[in-house]
């Protein structure tokens, strides 16, 4: 081995082994996993068990379907808003940054639990502090827990809240590469804003925001503290149950570890499936 | 030039008339926390809508520490994100260092594999982590199961070769000419030109162990072992618990890393950023 081969493995073996013992080994035994039955000891191989469960399971099924509403409505309302968002607060024209900035960037660094706390408080259908101020407006109460529709929007709204500053700090930077004269020439131009925007900033800004938009599939694929804190377990009965949450319940509840495997593959397979399909569309037209 | 002056007055107010609302609704929840958190909890749940704070905090967060020892919590919280984040720099800076000055046997490999993980999912691998941990070697309720298995990250790697890789080479050749050794070099000259970027990870690292909620969840159970947000996520939802109480819980949470954010606002931007473009 040379001399640079045998230095460099020197600095990465630490790494590497965390990453051999915590990352790949599971992802092995996983999918090894996914292929026993793991309901009652012993655990025996049964390749068809879980498999054959997961494509006729209705809680499955409904996690699911579930997962896909939220990411087909979310998704593109939060990265739209972070695209707003951060080309408003480039603005030359904007006071008082700081704290503009600070408003829409500060949910990054709120944990999970702790939002998850508040906006089930706020929330609330009877005492709760939104359905007072929609009251002063003449709107009647919702109940926000009892409510499929309803809680399906509150966790959305959440997510929403929570991530859209997170988008919008990558956007910006995304912008302020875009160099200065570019506009310049434009204006010259007279070529108006708006056109500006569409022309030339959204194209330059596309490969940014389709990043934005995979890791956005990947996050939603995984939601869990979420419909877990704030809508109650999955509530109600289910209406907000995502695969997240389903998983936990089979990995970690039920302590079924074959059939918790078989769904986080299935996860994973659909949020690459997603990203692909993400990256193709907006590959470059040449 | 008037109406240039007068369509830009136009945008500047039409820019503010759209982003104060949306700042100001922004805002209201993490406002709201600390209003919930000060108010005694027949203002939580009375029919008067409540928007200022009162002077309850203490008294809600005694509720809180009686019903979790929740400063035991924090403490355990403070000690893993901060033992995560020494250990977990060290280990991205020298592997960050090794892809980006060397030139070696299967480094494409470990790059590919390195940006793999990147877009796979978190749950193909808490199940396998679990029962190692938890059964296979008997580490439920430790402090090893709380900061090793959440050590792999790629986002350091990625962001620490980033940094070494655009520092001028002929400093570490000048190095090598006199005799000083490998490791040498990246301790004393690479990692403290690298100080901004180790400043930026270090954030990051610390606000995501802080935050982490899943894998503490699942791995400790014990009260005393437990970290603070799966302490508080406990209690949400449980009857005859003080939600005053439980917004004091969020109020400690969150408040000291919006401090920390306004201070370092540019290195929590940059690190946040960084993790995308690459």
């Given at each position: 081995?040379?001399?640079?081969?045998?230095?460099?493995?020197?600095?990465?073996?630490?790494?590497?082994?965390?990453?051999?013992?915590?990352?790949?080994?599971?992802?092995?035994?996983?999918?090894?996993?996914?292929?026993?039955?793991?309901?009652?000891?012993?655990?025996?191989?049964?390749?068809?068990?879980?498999?054959?469960?997961?494509?006729?399971?209705?809680?499955?099924?409904n996690a699911f379907k579930n997962t896909m509403i939220i990411l087909v409505i979310q998704v593109p309302v939060m990265i739209?808003?972070?695209?707003?968002?951060?080309?408003?607060?480039?603005?030359?024209?904007?006071?008082?940054?700081?704290?503009?900035?600070?408003?829409?960037?500060?949910?990054?660094?709120?944990?999970?639990?702790?939002?998850?706390?508040?906006?089930?408080?706020m929330f609330q259908a009877d005492f709760g502090v939104i359905n007072k101020l929609l009251a002063l407006v003449g709107v009647a109460p919702i109940s926000w827990s009892?409510?499929?529709?309803?809680?399906?929007?509150?966790?959305?709204?959440?997510?929403?809240w929570r991530w859209v500053?997170?988008?919008?700090?990558?956007?910006?930077?995304?912008?302020?590469?875009?160099?200065?004269?570019?506009?310049?020439?434009?204006?010259?131009?007279?070529?108006?804003?708006?056109?500006?925007?569409?022309?030339?900033?959204?194209?330059?800004?596309?490969?940014?925001?389709?990043?934005?938009?995979?890791?956005?599939?990947?996050?939603?694929m995984q939601l869990f503290a979420e419909p877990f804190l704030i809508t109650n377990r999955g509530g109600p009965g289910g209406a907000t149950e995502t695969l997240g949450l389903f998983l936990y319940r089979q990995g970690f509840t039920v302590l079924n570890f074959g059939y918790a495997s078989a769904v986080a593959y299935t996860i994973a397979a659909i949020a690459i499936v997603i990203s692909v399909i993400n990256f193709w569309l907006g590959r470059d037209p040449k | 030039m008037r109406s240039k002056s007068q369509t830009t007055?136009?945008?500047?107010?039409?820019?503010?008339?759209v982003l104060v609302p949306l700042a100001l609704i922004w805002l209201f929840p993490i406002w709201m926390m600390i209003v919930f958190s000060t108010q005694p909890e027949n203002a939580i749940f009375s029919s008067n809508l409540v928007l200022l704070p009162s002077d309850q905090f203490a008294n809600n967060f005694a509720l809180l520490q009686a019903d979790t020892g929740f400063l035991r919590t924090v403490f355990v919280s403070?000690?893993?994100?901060?033992?995560?984040?020494?250990?977990?720099?060290?280990?991205?800076?020298?592997?960050?260092?090794?892809?980006?000055?060397?030139?070696?046997?299967g480094k494409g490999v470990v790059?590919?594999?390195?940006?793999?993980?990147l877009t796979l999912p978190y749950f193909v691998v808490v199940i396998p982590q679990f029962i190692m941990v938890a059964r296979d070697f008997g580490l439920g309720n430790t402090w090893f199961a709380l900061i090793v298995p959440p050590l792999f990250n790629s986002l350091g790697v990625l962001f620490m070769r980033q940094s070494f890789s655009m520092m001028p080479g002929e400093l570490f050749d000048a190095a090598r000419v006199e005799g000083v050794k490998e490791w040498q070099i990246f301790l004393r000259?690479?990692?403290?030109?690298?100080?901004?970027?180790?400043?930026?990870?270090?954030?990051?690292?610390?606000?995501?162990?802080?935050?982490?909620?899943?894998?503490?969840?699942?791995?400790?159970?014990?009260?005393?072992?437990?970290?603070?947000?799966?302490?508080?996520?406990?209690?949400?939802?449980l009857t005859r618990v003080s939600w005053g109480g439980i917004m004091t819980g969020a109020v400690v949470l969150t408040l000291p890393m919006l401090f920390a954010f306004v201070v370092l606002q540019r290195h929590f931007v940059a690190g946040i950023a960084a993790g995308a473009i690459k």
């Amino acid at each position: 081995m040379r001399a640079t081969t045998r230095t460099a493995y020197g600095f990465l073996t630490p790494y590497l082994l965390i990453f051999a013992a915590f990352w790949v080994w599971p992802i092995i035994y996983s999918f090894y996993l996914s292929f026993l039955s793991t309901r009652v000891q012993p655990w025996t191989f049964n390749p068809t068990f879980n498999w054959g469960r997961l494509i006729i399971d209705p809680a499955f099924f409904n996690a699911f379907k579930n997962t896909m509403i939220i990411l087909v409505i979310q998704v593109p309302v939060m990265i739209a808003l972070a695209t707003l968002l951060a080309v408003l607060l480039n603005s030359h024209l904007l006071k008082a940054r700081g704290i503009m900035r600070f408003a829409f960037f500060a949910p990054v660094v709120v944990g999970e639990v702790a939002y998850a706390a508040v906006f089930r408080l706020m929330f609330q259908a009877d005492f709760g502090v939104i359905n007072k101020l929609l009251a002063l407006v003449g709107v009647a109460p919702i109940s926000w827990s009892s409510n499929p529709t309803a809680a399906m929007a509150l966790i959305i709204t959440a997510v929403t809240w929570r991530w859209v500053g997170y988008n919008a700090i990558i956007i910006l930077s995304g912008l302020q590469s875009i160099p200065e004269d570019v506009y310049e020439a434009a204006t010259l131009d007279k070529v108006s804003k708006t056109r500006q925007f569409f022309f030339i900033t959204l194209p330059l800004l596309r490969p940014i925001i389709l990043v934005c938009v995979v890791l956005s599939v990947i996050g939603t694929m995984q939601l869990f503290a979420e419909p877990f804190l704030i809508t109650n377990r999955g509530g109600p009965g289910g209406a907000t149950e995502t695969l997240g949450l389903f998983l936990y319940r089979q990995g970690f509840t039920v302590l079924n570890f074959g059939y918790a495997s078989a769904v986080a593959y299935t996860i994973a397979a659909i949020a690459i499936v997603i990203s692909v399909i993400n990256f193709w569309l907006g590959r470059d037209p040449k | 030039m008037r109406s240039k002056s007068q369509t830009t007055l136009l945008r500047t107010v039409g820019l503010h008339a759209v982003l104060v609302p949306l700042a100001l609704i922004w805002l209201f929840p993490i406002w709201m926390m600390i209003v919930f958190s000060t108010q005694p909890e027949n203002a939580i749940f009375s029919s008067n809508l409540v928007l200022l704070p009162s002077d309850q905090f203490a008294n809600n967060f005694a509720l809180l520490q009686a019903d979790t020892g929740f400063l035991r919590t924090v403490f355990v919280s403070i000690v893993v994100a901060t033992v995560y984040t020494v250990v977990s720099v060290f280990l991205t800076s020298m592997a960050g260092w090794a892809l980006a000055r060397y030139n070696f046997a299967g480094k494409g490999v470990v790059l590919a594999i390195i940006l793999g993980t990147l877009t796979l999912p978190y749950f193909v691998v808490v199940i396998p982590q679990f029962i190692m941990v938890a059964r296979d070697f008997g580490l439920g309720n430790t402090w090893f199961a709380l900061i090793v298995p959440p050590l792999f990250n790629s986002l350091g790697v990625l962001f620490m070769r980033q940094s070494f890789s655009m520092m001028p080479g002929e400093l570490f050749d000048a190095a090598r000419v006199e005799g000083v050794k490998e490791w040498q070099i990246f301790l004393r000259v690479a990692l403290p030109m690298a100080r901004p970027t180790i400043a930026a990870l270090c954030i990051i690292l610390f606000l995501a162990s802080w935050n982490n909620y899943l894998w503490p969840l699942l791995i400790n159970n014990r009260p005393d072992m437990m970290t603070a947000p799966v302490a508080l996520g406990s209690l949400i939802g449980l009857t005859r618990v003080s939600w005053g109480g439980i917004m004091t819980g969020a109020v400690v949470l969150t408040l000291p890393m919006l401090f920390a954010f306004v201070v370092l606002q540019r290195h929590f931007v940059a690190g946040i950023a960084a993790g995308a473009i690459k």
